[in-house]
């Protein structure tokens, strides 16, 4: 059984001004790497709050800024790659560049929250 077909350009329309290698592919292990570690700090946390009654919230605080600082970096990363690659792409129209400013400052807006 065929596994069914996702029509990424519209989940990502960026996608459909670019049909090099994205930023995301190329770094992919480096991105995976860096999502794994918030896995791991998230999953410390949870150990750190459910571990006992007594817990020690200095720690509970230190280990919110390490995933806060993780999540932060991960963020830069995409974020430099895409204004990179996609933002400042050559081959874009100015109706592309405008779509993606608009992509980047909406994702900068939620993130901010």
Not at 42 to 49: C, D, V
Not at 65 to 77: F, K, N, Q
């Amino acid at each position: 059984m065929a596994a069914a077909q996702i029509d990424l350009n519209v989940l990502y329309p960026s996608t459909l001004y670019s049909r090099e290698m994205t930023h995301t592919v190329k770094g992919q292990k480096s991105l995976l790497a860096r999502v794994r570690r918030i896995k791991g700090q998230a999953e410390a946390l949870e150990r750190l709050i459910g571990g006992s009654q007594d817990m020690d919230c200095g720690r509970v605080l230190q280990q919110i800024a390490a995933i806060r600082g993780a999540v932060t970096g991960l963020m830069a990363e995409v974020l430099e790659g895409h204004l990179r690659e996609h933002v400042a792409g050559e081959n874009l129209t100015p109706e592309q560049r405008q779509d993606e400013i608009e992509e980047v400052v909406s994702a900068l807006r939620t993130y901010m929250r």
